[in-house]
């Protein structure tokens, strides 16, 4: 700092250095000092002692000598003061230290701190420099990022092999009533009996279709339609099943008929137009298959080679591997019109859902000449279920599907849904679901999600009016955020996802609502230990 005094001028001029250009002028009285210039005087002074305090505060972190004469304050201070660029910062060179190259992330992350605290504790034993301290911080989030990751993608293994496998109470059910088919002839007798075998074609019952090979999931369906129902005397329940299901699904309605309503139980093959050359669907689920059986080795395959992926594309692999996605039940509601030619219209129910109100109503909705009757999923209170559009299901980055929808048209739900199949037979609905299901398979799979839905979004599209959302409620099978007052109001509760209320996943304050139409006391039950969790 210089000072020079101009006598001619009576003036006093501080000069900081040459990195400052303009100067402080104070005028100076002959002999006398005024109060007011005393004060400024003091006051620049402090202004100046606060930003050598400031740099000494940057040195001593930056890990240098503590300073603590006046002279060194000084030697420091100047060369902050006069314009040179300070060499480095705390923040800066935490940052270069992070972006440096370790030789290797497992040799940094061997000796890393397993947690905040004892990051802590060893930094403030260890006092190390800044450089230091970023590569121990380093190693320390690697590590944890690491298991972090890892825990996340056991999760999905575990939830995944919770969701897909049938537990051995289910299991037990479906042989001992198979035992039961084989041994008993009351569990072979015909359903529904001769008298009440015209019920199946005439229109004036209401005619509900459950396609399911879960005996126990579809027994809570039928119970809790007939005792919702109004008049349960005009209910007719078509169940269809597949092959290795069926001795058990007729001995269950045998022995358990759901009285006063009308139950038909029949194998897909036992239907006259079923046959290989018949049904594309089947042809089309061949080839998916083979198409992803890239995904070879099952699900320890998978979470084994899943190094560098995201967790949610190991999820989505391991979502390929669920039987459900290969099964002839998940499509054979696009075969409708052929299953039941006699029909004019039905209510298509999968099996994880149950029904809380009577249905009969659902007759009167005019469809206006549509062909589905949904509710819409793009609209409502739940943000996580009731957000979904095309974009959620379709591949909008395939040109295929970005040239012929819009991505931002609402999406519906399949679960439960009424059908016009007389206004169906005059559609190409059934031909367009197989045709797109053909160019999924021609596009490596590649055109959307997996699933039924969003081939029927295809399918039925410009061919659905939209229903009271009171009718249906979803998302019960992935999370349980939804009030039970909403649950409970609500004519139709869809458990989909993956916490199915007979799964040991399922969550607890909505599975009472499935459980409670289970008979705990029956002998099948009892003897294959099933209970209410």
Not at 69 to 97: H, N, Q
Not at 139 to 151: I, Q
């Amino acid at each position: 700092m210089q000072v020079h005094v101009l006598q001619g001028r009576r003036q006093l001029r501080v000069i900081p250095g040459k990195a400052v250009r303009d100067f402080i002028n104070m005028g100076v009285g002959s002999g006398r000092v005024s109060c007011r210039k005393v004060f400024y005087s003091l006051l620049l002074l402090l202004l100046l002692l606060r930003f050598s305090l400031f740099f000494m505060a940057s040195d001593t972190i930056e890990g240098d000598a503590v300073c603590s004469t006046v002279g060194c304050v000084g030697e420091r201070l100047a060369p902050k003061l006069w314009g040179r660029r300070l060499e480095s910062t705390v923040v800066e060179e935490i940052c270069r230290a992070l972006e440096e190259e370790g030789s290797s992330e497992v040799e940094e992350e061997a000796g890393a701190a397993e947690s905040m605290e004892e990051f802590a504790r060893e930094m403030k034993s260890s006092n190390p420099d800044v450089s230091t301290f970023a590569v121990k911080l380093k190693a320390m989030v690697s590590r944890l990022e690491r298991k972090a990751r890892t825990a996340k993608i056991q999760g999905y293994l575990y939830r995944h092999v919770a969701s897909s496998s049938i537990p051995k109470q289910l299991h037990c059910l479906s042989l001992s009533l198979a035992d039961e088919y084989s041994s008993n002839a009351a569990a072979r007798l015909q359903l529904p009996p001769p008298e009440r075998v015209p019920a199946l074609v005439d229109n004036g019952y209401r005619h509900f279709v459950l396609a399911s090979d879960n005996v126990l999931a579809a027994a809570v369906v039928a119970t809790s339609l007939v005792r919702s129902s109004v008049n349960p005397s005009l209910v007719v329940l078509h169940v269809v099943t597949d092959r290795k299901a069926f001795a058990a699904m007729h001995a269950w309605f045998s022995l358990h008929p759901p009285e006063p309503a009308v139950v038909e139980v029949k194998e897909l093959h036992q239907f006259d137009w079923f046959a290989r050359g018949k049904v594309p669907v089947l042809e089309i689920m061949e080839k998916d298959r083979a198409a992803r059986a890239q995904f070879g080795g099952g699900s320890s395959a998978i979470v084994k080679a899943a190094a560098g992926e995201k967790p949610y594309v190991v999820a989505a692999k391991l979502q390929t591997l669920n039987p459900k996605y290969y099964s002839v039940m998940n499509h054979i509601r696009i075969n409708l019109p052929e299953l039941f030619p006699s029909l004019n219209k039905v209510v298509f129910l999968d099996d994880d859902v149950v029904i809380q109100a009577d249905l009969s109503p659902l007759w009167e909705i005019d469809l206006h000449g549509k062909v589905n009757g949904a509710v819409e999923t793009c609209r409502g209170d739940d943000s996580f279920v009731m957000s979904k559009r095309l974009k959620n299901y379709l591949n909008f980055s395939h040109p295929l599907i970005s040239s012929t929808f819009d991505a931002n048209q609402c999406a519906w739900a399949y679960g439960m849904n009424i059908f016009d199949l007389k206004a169906w037979r005059k559609t190409n609905i059934t031909r367009t679901y197989n045709h797109w299901l053909q160019k999924n398979v021609e596009s490596d799979l590649s055109l959307w999600q997996l699933g039924t839905l969003p081939p029927g979004l295809i399918a039925f599209h410009g061919h659905v009016h939209i229903i009271d959302p009171h009718w249906h409620m979803l998302g019960l099978g992935y999370q349980e955020k939804t009030s039970l007052e909403e649950v409970e109001s609500a004519a139709v509760i869809h458990f989909n996802g993956r916490a199915k209320p007979w799964l040991d996943i399922a969550f607890p304050n909505l599975q009472r609502l499935w459980t409670k139409h289970v008979n705990f006391s029956d002998r099948f039950v009892r003897a294959c230990d099933i209970r209410a969790t």
